[in-house]
């Protein structure tokens, strides 16, 4: 802001006059005229009418005792509008009490001046309040802005996080029998049955908004660690021997691995990364400490990993495969069912019997197609010779 003798306004500002005496509001208008836009309101209503009208005043001078309405009703509904409330209020008055100026500056005035008026004292203080207000309009400007790019900065963030889960699941589909279409099935069956248990007094304190949103977007990296694998393992079509299986059994810690190897080039860890090392790491653990890699039991392993427990093996019984036909649904079901207590967290097995319809559509709009299918076998060979 200028530091001169005059306001650098790009247009006289608008003083609105209220009061309800004809004489002063032409002492008023006459005193300010020559240097600002002059509007007068002879009582409370019409005050607040203007107030609230585009242009807005600048700055309000207001009396107290006025018929109807008084300068403190008025100034109490300006202050409770977000609308009219950064207005600077003067209240010009005969009421002279120390508490009728106490009152009028706890309720929000900027300044209280007494008649009868010096004019060189209200022009004075007239001036320091529109430069106040000057001041608060540049600041409010500056925090709108910077709140939008903050907003813009939020969004650019979210954005490359998922690019970036997208990119790393993408990279472990081009090596597995998987077709990207299970990746948005797992992500959605995982969203849904999180959604379900979120008021669950089991699972209702970690399962917020964010969180699920985060687990959404984790989803796909449960089998980043493939990646690791040798093909001729990965690729096989048939059942692993004792020694392949143990191999293949390391793509859960060589997920986690991957996904520490990224967080360790950026130097910090990373919010969104944890529950995705969560689930890459677990996701083959069971709730009877029969899984792996730790053989964790119970509630010690991740509720993301238990999710994405149902989700991965329900996906994987009803998929079509470049070697195998899906089972039906309910042959699925039943499998989970079955597994109710030793493969699967109870509560989660009871969640997803309960959103049985909802897995179903799930699967059908997210169905491979033949065309997937042939695609994938394509890539499969070419990585095989």
């Not at 208008?29 to 600048?58: C, H, I, M, W």
């Not at 813009?152 to 997208?166: G, K, P």
């Not at 238990?306 to 991965?312: G, I, N, Q, T």
Request: aromatic share 6%; net charge negative.
């Amino acid at each position: 802001m200028a530091h001169s003798n005059s306001l650098d306004f790009s247009e006289p500002p608008t003083i609105l006059v209220v009061d309800d005496t004809p004489d002063n509001l032409a002492v008023m208008s006459a005193l300010l005229k020559g240097s600002y836009k002059v509007k007068v309101a002879n009582n409370g209503e019409r005050a607040l009418k203007f107030a609230s009208t585009t242009p807005q005043p600048d700055l309000i001078l207001l009396d107290i005792m006025m018929p109807g309405m008084s300068g403190y009703d008025v100034i109490r509904k300006l202050k409770a509008d977000p609308l009219t409330r950064h207005i600077p209020v003067i209240f010009l008055t005969a009421m002279n009490a120390t508490d009728d100026e106490r009152e009028g500056l706890e309720l929000g005035a900027g300044d209280y001046i007494t008649k009868p008026i010096s004019p060189s004292i209200v022009l004075a203080r007239v001036r320091t309040q529109l430069e106040n207000k000057a001041v608060a309009d540049f600041l409010r400007d500056q925090n709108a802005y910077l709140e939008s790019k903050v907003t813009q900065r939020t969004q650019e963030l979210a954005a490359i996080q998922d690019v970036t889960i997208l990119a790393m699941a993408s990279l472990a589909e081009t090596r597995d029998s998987d077709t990207g279409n299970h990746i948005r099935r797992t992500q959605h069956y995982v969203r849904v049955m999180a959604l379900k248990l979120q008021n669950h007094p089991r699972f209702g304190y970690f399962l917020d908004d964010k969180t699920i949103d985060l687990l959404y977007k984790s989803a796909p990296l449960h089998d980043i660690g493939k990646v690791g694998i040798p093909d001729r393992i990965l690729l096989k079509p048939g059942r692993f021997t004792p020694e392949e299986f143990e191999i293949m059994k390391t793509h859960t810690t060589l997920g986690r691995a991957a996904i520490e190897a990224a967080e360790k080039q950026l130097g910090m860890e990373v919010d969104f990364l944890k529950h995705a090392k969560d689930i890459a790491c677990y996701h083959q653990e069971k709730w009877d400490g029969s899984g792996y890699p730790e053989g964790l039991q119970g509630d010690a392993i991740p509720i993301s990993a238990r999710l994405m427990a149902v989700a991965d093996v329900y996906d994987a019984l009803i998929s079509r495969r470049v070697y195998k036909e899906g089972m039906p649904h309910e042959k699925a079901r039943d499998i989970i069912l079955a597994g109710r207590g030793s493969h699967f967290d109870p509560d989660m097995v009871d969640t997803f019997m309960s959103l049985q319809d909802e897995f179903r559509a799930i699967a059908a709009r997210y169905m491979d197609s033949d065309a997937d299918l042939a695609a994938k076998a394509t890539q499969l060979e070419r990585l095989q010779t």
